[in-house]
């Protein structure tokens, strides 16, 4: 059975960093691409950034660029999201995905977390 297991989420201050991690389990890591997604309070869930299998392509939505950064470690079957210089607007439900492609959208991704909270005060 295949898990995605997110961690690492949490309150901080405007400016602030955290670092989320996702261990998978039950998986061939390195033959799937991984991707965060996140999901606000009323909103639709939207991509956040994406990284292929051997973690030489990485890709990240418009408004995390310079601030985001996705990588992954294949011998730790853990993929990360690396955030500073966080804003309120990041607040939301992070989840990481794995997909057979290195997609963009949501039904590229074949299995999900659970999710992890992120909370930016101003």
């Known amino acids: 059975q295949v898990q995605l297991v997110e961690s690492g989420g949490g309150l901080v201050q405007a400016g602030g960093s955290l670092r989320l991690s996702c261990a998978a389990a039950g998986l061939t890591f390195d033959r799937y691409a991984m991707g965060w997604f996140r999901q606000a309070p009323g909103k639709e869930r939207e991509f956040v950034a994406r990284i292929s299998r051997s973690g030489t392509f990485t890709d990240c939505a418009d408004s995390v660029k310079g601030r985001f950064t996705i990588s992954r470690d294949n011998a730790k079957n853990t993929v990360y999201l690396q955030m500073v210089s966080l804003k309120p607007e990041d607040t939301a439900v992070y989840y990481c995905?794995?997909?057979?492609?290195?997609?963009?959208?949501?039904?590229?991704?074949?299995?999900w977390g659970q999710g992890t909270q992120v909370t930016v005060s101003s």
């Open positions: 995905a794995a997909g057979e492609s290195y997609g963009l959208l949501l039904g590229e991704y074949n299995y």
